[in-house]
C-alpha cells in the first residue's frame, strides 16, 4: 500500500515514488516533475491522465471527431441535392463532375 502525501506546493495528492494521481481511474500513474528555484520549488503534473486514460480519451475524441465529419458529409451532400433539384438538375447528373467526364468518343466528334 502507497502512503499518500499531498504536495505542500500543489493540491493534488503525490504518493512516495513521485507519481500523482489520475484524475479519470484515481491510480497514481501520472509523472511529476519539480519547478522552480532550489528552495522555492513545486511539484507540477506532467498531464491531468495516466498513458491508459489519455489514450481512451484520445480514441474517444477521434471517434468523435469521426461522427461528426460523417455527419458534415452527410449533410453538405443532402444540401448540394436539394439546391440541384431547385434549379432542375435531374437526379441522374447529380453523381456527374468534370473528374469523372469522358465526353463524346473521337469516331463521333465533328471535324471542323
Known amino acids: 500500500m502507497t ?5 505542500p506546493s500543489s493540491r493534488f495528492p503525490i504518493n512516495q515514488e513521485g507519481k500523482a494521481q489520475c ?8 509523472d511529476t516533475m519539480p519547478v ?11 498531464g491531468p ?3 491508459t486514460c489519455q489514450a481512451q480519451r484520445d480514441e474517444a475524441e477521434r471517434q468523435e471527431q469521426e461522427r461528426r465529419d460523417q455527419a458534415r458529409t452527410r449533410f453538405r ?14 437526379r441522374r447528373y447529380l453523381a456527374c ?4 467526364f469522358m465526353g463524346k468518343p473521337p469516331r463521333l466528334r465533328r471535324l471542323s
Open 36 to 46: 522552480g528555484l532550489p528552495g522555492f520549488q513545486r511539484t507540477i503534473r506532467k
Open 77 to 90: 451532400r443532402e444540401n448540394i441535392e436539394t439546391l440541384m433539384a431547385r434549379v432542375g438538375v435531374p
Open 23 to 30: 484524475l479519470d481511474c484515481g491510480e497514481f500513474k501520472v
Open 97 to 100: 463532375s468534370l473528374e469523372n
Open 3 to 7: 502512503s499518500e502525501k499531498t504536495s
Open 49 to 51: 491522465y495516466c498513458e
